[in-house]
């Protein structure tokens, strides 16, 4: 912990502070007649000079009192015996340089209940200071901590939340295969081609906050061609992309969890073709992401957990809080997704 007021911000400060009792105590003492202006500006600048001294000083007393005392009454005790040898020294001090200075010095203590007045106000003063700057000092800290904190859960709660995306993928994909190793050898030799490239951009994507709109739907486009392998002319995708859109920084993998979610609930068990449609518009704020895919509202669908969606919604909130937003929407035979997203991550600042 270094000393506060020896900094280049703080000391122009603290030394312009003397200035105003130096000055009240050279009126109080000429204009009261006591003493002649020379020998009143003399006696104030020796007096308020040693003090200066000795209230820079006061810090190692208060740093060392600070960690080695916790007792409030020790403490008390501690700056009482502090303040009596200030006021001793500071005297002391005092009493020397003007003797050095005059060979009849004038008669300064005639003011010696007031200087001890003076000095223990000006002690607890720069006392005070001292707490202040140390409280503050603390609280800086203690606010940096909490930030440093927060940052390391959320992005732990990130690793988190991205951890729950491969796992749930990977579960459905090796499922394919395994279905496709037994009617369709060539399909399934494809379909693992095509895994494994979209493995290697999840992997790495994992290490990633954010990817490009490009790289993003690049990885959505392997991920519904290997669900086509599986699906055939069952599944159809159908993509409008506003070419200025694809250099957005998106949260990586933010897709998923939604072409995983139309295909499970439009694919799985509908017995007509379903079709994916993907709208990406852009204005100068956000990017706009709308992901639609038709299902028969007859049939009687496996009810999830939610689990992709709440995924998608968390980490919205955790990477752009109240500015991104995802919309879900589920009438007559459709159910639309509506991902909006700021062009510029908080982040990035």
Known sequence: MSHPFLNKKIFPFYSAAWLFPTVLQVWSMALGGYFTLEAAIILSLISNSVFFILGLSMWFFVKYTLINTTSLFKRILDFTASCIMILFIWQSVVFILIGLLWNNPPDFSIFFPQRLIYGFMVYLLILMAYYLRISYDVLQEKAQNEARLREMLKDSELDMLKSQINPHFLFNSL????????????????????????????????????????????????????EKIRFGEKLKAEYQVTEECLQVKIPSMILQPLYENAIKHGVYESTD???????????????????????????????????????????????????????????EQLFTATLLIPRICPSEH
């Not at 290697?200 to 990885?219: C, D, F, P």
């Not at 049939?299 to 968390?314: A, C, E, F, H, S």
Request: proline share 4%; glycine share 6%.
């Open 273 to 331: 073709p379903v079709w994916i449609e993907t709208k990406i518009s852009c204005n100068d704020t956000h990017v706009r992401i709308v992901i639609q895919n038709s299902f028969e509202p007859n049939i009687p669908y496996q009810k999830g957990n939610g689990l992709g969606l709440n995924n998608v919604r968390q980490r919205l909130r955790l990477i752009y809080g109240e500015t991104a937003s995802l919309e879900t929407e589920k009438k």
């Open 175 to 226: 499922n394919s295969v395994n279905w496709l190793t037994q009617i369709q050898p060539d399909k399934a030799s494809e379909m693992i081609v095509s895994l494994s490239e979209y493995l290697r951009y999840s992997i790495a994507g994992g290490h990633r906050t954010l990817s490009s709109l490009k790289m993003e739907m690049e990885n959505i486009t392997r991920y519904i061609n290997i």
